[in-house]
């Protein structure tokens, strides 16, 4: 873990290589909150050579979920967040929260959550090759 405390925000980068296994050959997560405004996050992924890596980045909200092109937008008691990413080959998806749904990040033995819903994005890291994607909310 390396702290980040400075002008530009506080927050940590997370070597999170070990957590994916066979998955990738290297990724790492940086949050940071800048100007006690916005959150930051940076996932920087690592394709191993002879293969491609799927990336699948989740949150979870009882907000309700409105996915447009360029951004998710979350609402909720009249409020609303804006989740955008930036990066190459982003699609913004929302899945089902209960766990017997097919394509549901979520396993068999999580208990439903009837107020959860889950969105994100899907991008894919060619073999060889290296990404980053960094999100803001706002």
């Given at each position: 873990?390396?702290?980040?405390?400075?002008?530009?925000?506080?927050?940590?980068?997370?070597?999170?290589?070990?957590?994916?296994?066979?998955?990738?050959?290297?990724?790492?997560?940086?949050?940071?909150?800048?100007?006690?405004?916005?959150?930051?996050?940076?996932?920087?992924?690592?394709?191993?050579?002879?293969?491609?890596?799927?990336?699948?980045?989740?949150?979870?909200?009882?907000?309700?979920?409105?996915?447009?092109?360029?951004?998710?937008?979350?609402?909720?008691?009249?409020?609303?967040?804006?989740?955008?990413?930036?990066?190459?080959?982003?699609?913004?998806?929302?899945?089902?929260?209960?766990?017997?749904?097919?394509?549901?990040?979520?396993?068999?033995?999580?208990?439903?959550d009837p107020e959860a819903r889950l969105c994100g994005f899907e991008a894919v890291?060619?073999?060889?090759?290296?990404?980053?994607?960094?999100?803001?909310?706002?």
């Amino acid at each position: 873990v390396e702290v980040i405390d400075g002008a530009d925000g506080r927050g940590a980068t997370f070597d999170l290589t070990t957590l994916f296994g066979d998955q990738a050959a290297n990724v790492t997560r940086t949050a940071v909150l800048v100007d006690d405004s916005y959150l930051r996050i940076e996932d920087s992924v690592t394709a191993h050579e002879a293969r491609d890596a799927r990336v699948r980045v989740t949150f979870v909200t009882p907000a309700e979920v409105e996915l447009s092109d360029d951004c998710i937008v979350l609402r909720r008691d009249g409020r609303m967040l804006t989740l955008k990413t930036e990066g190459s080959g982003v699609a913004y998806r929302q899945w089902p929260a209960d766990p017997k749904a097919y394509d549901s990040p979520l396993r068999q033995y999580d208990i439903p959550d009837p107020e959860a819903r889950l969105c994100g994005f899907e991008a894919v890291v060619p073999a060889g090759g290296k990404a980053v994607f960094v999100t803001t909310v706002r």
